[in-house]
């Protein structure tokens, strides 16, 4: 079964700058995807980044990009710039290709609450 | 406007006493699912559903029960209710094609188990 750790319960960052959250993850296959997800004090889940295992090039939106190292099974979120509205928790979570009839199963890191400081 | 709905948002109830969670999406999609969030555990799947009158158990079954008679719906039923099941609920869907298109979640259903 796969797994996904989030270390960090809680980040703060200032305004403006820059901060990053790590994620962990332990599966067995070779092909997955990773995504980062927010989740507003609104409750409403909104992606924010997602990620290919197959793919090198480390995906990036806008402000958001994130450090994929396979070999290391890490899967980072920077945010640059960081704005209020950035405010949020945010989970990163796992899922196997849908092959056939499987299951799109996503599982969900524990989160971690990240507060940007005026 | 493309979206998953869910109703109650908020709900108090008694232990024992049935409850249902609807949830309903209008962009076709085969596949939809239910999680529970709850402090410190992240997000688990509940049930899913990869299409009409198919679904199967998730990570956390236990005490719920789902149907999937039209695509749209996908109801979360708890036939006795109890506070161990108070907690966020959300559902999603997404379709089948399209290797890694995005789920598309409710605004969740705050159930609270007294």
């Known amino acids: 079964a796969q797994t996904v750790t989030q270390s960090q319960p809680e980040m703060s960052v200032q305004e403006a700058e820059t901060v990053t959250l790590s994620c962990t993850y332990d599966?067995?296959?070779?092909?997955?995807?990773l995504f980062w997800y927010k989740q507003p004090p609104s409750r409403q889940m909104i992606l924010v980044i997602r990620q290919e295992a197959y793919k090198q090039q480390n995906a990036t939106e806008n402000r958001f990009s994130v450090n994929f190292q396979k070999a290391a099974k890490s899967f980072s979120l920077k945010i640059s710039d960081s704005q209020l509205g950035d405010t949020a928790m945010y989970f990163c979570a796992f899922m196997k290709p849908r092959e056939g009839g499987a299951n799109s199963k996503l599982t969900f890191g524990k989160g971690i609450t990240l507060s940007v400081r005026p | 406007e493309a979206q998953v709905t869910q109703n109650p948002r908020y709900l108090i109830t008694v232990t024992g006493k049935k409850l249902t969670v609807t949830c309903s999406q209008n962009?076709?999609?085969?596949?939809m699912s239910w999680y529970r969030q709850d402090p410190g555990l992240g997000l688990r799947q509940i049930y899913y559903?990869?299409?009409?009158?198919?679904?199967d158990k998730g990570d956390v079954p236990e005490g719920y029960k789902v149907s999937r008679k039209e695509k749209r719906n996908f109801p979360l039923i708890l036939e006795s209710p109890s506070p161990n099941q108070t907690s966020l609920y959300f559902c999603?869907?997404?379709?089948?094609?399209?290797?890694?298109?995005?789920?598309?979640f409710g605004p969740g259903t705050r159930l609270t188990v007294l």
């Open positions: 559903s990869m299409n009409v009158e198919v679904t």
């Open positions: 962009m076709n999609h085969e596949y």
């Open positions: 999603a869907s997404r379709p089948f094609s399209g290797v890694l298109s995005e789920q598309f």
């Open positions: 599966t067995s296959e070779s092909n997955y995807y």
